[in-house]
């Protein structure tokens, strides 16, 4: 996994000590805190596990906690951990030990945004949502600025993102369905840069735009697959590209895949230039990715990638069972 660039990097085969009778299908957010303590939030009998950095499993928390589809994990400066539960239409934070701290959203309740969940397809329900909405309709991560204020992608059936104080108060959302500079196609992560601008992975556009941080559109970054998490370290930033199937469409291009696209992660500077990259269709292979969803860098800048692979694959009988959803890379 090297290129001219002189990027190199190891597959950690073996590294998760998953206690037994524990499952995740689905990995769909990973988080590292100011100890390298690794955070990951599963799906399947959906709970928050952690890992000391070399792998051992140190505790899980909230089982029982998620009512809907979890979705995203994110560490807040203050040690807090904040989960986002798209099924239950809410954003919850969390000691790191798991106890609740505070709830976005109301459980259960999503805002009208003109979604229809019974059309057949992802790429129909998204074209049903007439407007952006309130807080929250399957929201989908969030991210914390150096000053505490919470930002927020709303998500599956909504298409906007929504900031907050601190404490939780609503001051304002931007977005509208489309695919004009500022609106939205399942807007999938955010994250706010350290000069104010916020970086928002619009992943059914294939883009990652970026604003300030009330909302003003300022330039988009192009030549991204499907970007499902957005991580920065020491400058450079790091996206988990989600595949393609055969037949599937975005909405960058209308015209159906001929072929499977491979799921990839990307190594871009803060100008928008893919330095790196790597994947391909070998999916279940070591270092390889099958349905990239989230990505994290401890502090000697090892990788996490999360997969959602029973959503994309497992469940259709695509892959085996073992086929991974959880990988630590290291830097050669």
């Not at 998953?18 to 769909?28: E, I, K, S, Y």
């Not at 404490?167 to 706010?192: C, M, R, T, Y």
């Not at 916020?198 to 970054?221: P, S």
Request: hydrophobic share 35%; net charge negative; charged share 25%.
């Amino acid at each position: 996994m090297a290129n001219k660039s002189g990027f190199r990097y190891e597959v950690v085969e073996g590294w998760e000590q998953l206690p037994a009778g524990f499952l995740h299908r689905d990995v769909v957010g990973v988080g590292v805190d100011s100890r390298d303590r690794v955070y990951i939030l599963t799906r399947h009998d959906p709970r928050v596990i952690v890992y000391e950095k070399d792998g051992t499993f140190v505790t899980s928390w909230a089982e029982g906690m998620f009512k809907g589809r979890t979705h995203g994990i994110r560490m807040g400066p203050d040690g807090s951990v904040w989960c986002v539960d798209d099924g239950d239409h809410c954003v919850r934070k969390f000691s790191p030990n798991g106890e609740l701290l505070m709830t976005l959203g109301t459980p259960g309740v999503p805002s009208d945004t003109g979604y229809n969940g019974d059309l057949p397809d992802l790429y129909s329900k998204l074209a049903s949502i007439t407007h952006g909405g309130a807080p929250f309709n399957k929201p989908t991560n969030i991210a914390v600025a150096p000053d505490g204020e919470l930002y927020i992608t709303d998500g599956y059936a909504n298409a906007r993102v929504h900031r907050f104080t601190a404490e939780g108060k609503l001051i304002q959302s931007w977005g509208e369905p489309g695919i004009a500079p500022g609106q939205f196609n399942l807007p999938h992560d955010v994250w706010v840069l350290a000069d104010g601008r916020v970086l928002v992975a619009d992943r059914e556009n294939d883009r990652i735009q970026i604003f300030t941080r009330d909302g003003k559109y300022l330039d988009m970054w192009t030549g991204i697959q499907r970007p499902t998490g957005i991580y920065l370290h020491e400058g450079l930033l790091y996206v988990s590209e989600n595949c393609y199937h055969k037949g599937q469409r975005t909405f960058s291009r209308p015209t159906p895949f001929e072929d499977d696209q491979p799921g990839r992660v990307a190594i871009m500077d803060l100008d928008g230039k893919v330095l790196h990259r790597w994947g391909n269709l070998n999916r279940c292979e070591p270092g390889q990715f099958a349905a990239p969803h989230c990505i994290a860098l401890d502090s000697e800048g090892s990788i996490y990638v999360g997969e959602v692979v029973w959503t994309e694959w497992g469940s259709k009988g695509l892959v085996p069972e073992d086929c991974h959803s959880f990988q630590k890379f290291v830097r050669k």
